[in-house]
């Protein structure tokens, strides 16, 4: 990934200024800001607040979704901040406690309309006809610029990631005021707290897709969970652990760490261990599927269960149900001779605890249990 | 979250597999390389060709091993587990049993396939990181973190300044030192020729990053692998599988060694000697192999067998102990296959 880095592009600006730079006054706002009136010198009114402001090139589209929304809320509550969004034909005033204000068209600061004050920034106004974020600029309660970031031709950033690494860069110390100067020493960290911020929050950039590959497919799927047959509908991208906790509600699977390698996800699927968080839901379409949900009954419990308790084999319980369902596998599976056999075999379920010695002892308390059950019980069906 | 693909299921025709010529395409088998490091972001793939049915196709021996004249013949979609406690293997190709039994847990053992396995990618944390921006691997042309970085789990031998990422398969280790041949199915020659097959010795399957460490092997898009086939040897048998990791199960070997011997007559008249843990590739030293053969299979013999295999090593200041370790291990799976009845 390359990590952006602010840059000062300088278009050509015709009967304009050069543009505002980091600790320059910013090009004047009122009128902009509802409630603020024309008249006074220049820079922000009122001035008890910080203005952040974000130019796109237009298209509603480019605006955040809920959960973007309510995280740029949290992140201008941090700045004491209120944004601007300004596109060449519309203006949006976010406060941090107040809904999104859309005003149509845009009203016109002192010194012309939108795209003149697009050329103040630095952005060229001819550039202003795509979508997407041009650049973010932090007003301080004086009119004075604190943050500039004009976004390059290639980068994507959202509105959400720049005004995290607006917030963060914000936030940085003003160390070091010996030597450079200080406006140096601004820019410098500003620059560097954009960086580290992008470069982690940047996921990279979607891929481009083709119109015929769009991600709202969605799949029909049969899932035979514990002896019942269940329909779903759910995206391609949806693990068999999500479908079975989030769409049918089946929260005993555990989500560890959902990259197959702390076992918390075990369950059965046609009489074989495997981890839910690395199957998909449409991988398991018409699978035979046994969670610790359908190990047994609050009446019956299944052997590995009872043994589970009877032996104390748990603390917090959070792995439990993966670790009865690996269990359960195991035993199905016959390759345990001894406790060292248990302990290789067991070593894809992560204890947290460190209930290890009680596990092992359960299981073989339970091999015994199962193996005079006979096959009749539920999920010990071996594999084929 | 994993971002967003389409779907597609292979049932029957296994030529819709070869597919994966349109751009953005990957087969999905076990998943367990592939969905994790979409998870991870670190593969995005916009179509994802599920392949998992063709197990129980008819046609093919997709999902089944299969005892031939010639050997052994592995079909692409055999489960890690089913392999390794396949009767044959245990008692024919241990090295084969014991690698898989060495890797993953149990739960991916079931799911992972043998050619999945074959395109496992490398554990290591730079190119699984995304957050990490020199990755020549992941984006080529970026540079590589781990040539000053944190280099404990990296390669010692076949990297380049490019990339020391090692190749994490047990399996492949072993198949190197069983000879393994990996059957390919895609479109050659001339348009309209139709469909044909090809065979990779497995030591040929796999690339040395040089100056292109995002080509990890010979094949490419319109390709899938079809099966395995270990031919029968004389040293299959006599064969084990060592690995050194830092815990006692469930981890990636630092160090591991597959090795195969034929002896008569009181000397080595075939040997196989395979590292893991070390290398860019699953690696084979034929340079090893040599110092081996021809003589009594002596302790003395098998430590300077060690030490040949691991003379063109080229550590980083942070996994420089990986050269004693790797050596012991070889010693030490040596020492096991001359035990071997």
Known sequence: MVVATSRNIEPEIRGAALPAQVGERAPSLIGLLPGTRAGHDDGLEPSDSPTVVALFGGGEASFAGDREREAIRAELRALGAVLLALSPDLLWVFRPDDEWQRLEPAPCPPDGGPPALFGQFGIAPEGAGGPGLLGLFVVDAGGTVRFAHRVGPVERITLRTAVEAARRAMSLPLCGRTGASRREFLLASLLTGFALAVAEACTPPPPVRDAGSLPQDQLDLTLEINGQRHGLRVEPRVSLLDALREDLGLTGTKKGCDHGQCGACTVLIDGRRVLSCLTLAAMADGAKITTIEGLGSDEALHPMQAAFIAEDALQCGYCTPGQIMSAVGLVAEGHAKDDDDIRELMSGNICRCGAYPNIVTAIRRAQKDMHGAGPASPGAKGPA | ?341
């Open chain 2, 1 to 341: 979250m994993t971002a967003p693909f389409s779907y597609v299921r292979v049932t029957d025709d296994a030529d819709a597999a070869l597919d994966t010529a349109t751009p953005g395409s990957q087969l999905l088998a076990g998943g367990t390389t592939l969905l994790d490091l979409m998870r991870l972001g670190v593969m995005s793939p916009t179509r994802l060709l599920d392949i998992n049915r063709l197990a129980s196709s008819s046609a093919a021996p997709w999902g089944r091993v299969e005892e031939t004249e010639k050997g052994l013949s592995i079909g692409a979609l055999v489960r890690n587990s089913d392999l390794a406690y396949h009767p044959v293997v245990r008692s024919r190709f241990p090295v084969l049993s014991q690698a898989l039994l060495s890797g993953a847990s149990p739960q991916l053992r079931n799911m992972a396939t043998t050619a999945g396995n074959l395109m496992q990618r490398t554990r290591c944390a730079y190119f699984r990181d995304v957050g990490v921006a020199a990755c020549n691997k992941r984006n080529p042309g970026s540079g590589c973190a781990a040539w000053d970085g944190f280099a404990r789990q990296h390669a010692i031998l076949g990297g380049s300044r490019d990339c020391i990422a090692v190749h994490p398969s047990d399996m492949c280790v072993a198949m190197v030192a069983l000879d393994a041949v990996v059957h390919v199915r895609g479109h050659y020659g001339a348009a309209g020729e139709g469909i044909t097959e090809r065979e990779i010795p497995i030591a040929d399957f796999h690339l040395l990053p040089g100056s292109t460490p995002a080509r990890e092997t010979t094949i490419g898009p319109g390709e899938l692998i079809t099966r395995v086939t270990l031919p029968a040897t004389p040293f299959a048998a006599r064969s084990a599988y060592v690995k050194a990791r830092d815990r006692a199960s469930y981890a990636f070997a630092l160090a591991s060694a597959g090795v195969a011997l034929h002896v008569d007559g009181g000397k080595i008249r075939a040997a196989r000697v395979a590292l893991g843990g070390v290398a860019t590739k699953p690696w084979r030293s034929r340079e090893a192999e040599q110092v081996l053969e021809g003589h009594p299979p002596t302790d003395d013999l098998f430590e300077r067998a060690a030490a040949t295999a691991l003379a063109t090593a080229q550590p980083r200041p942070s996994n420089r102990f990986k050269v004693p370790l790797a050596k012991a291990t070889v010693v030490r799976a040596l020492t096991r296959a001359r035990e071997v009845a």
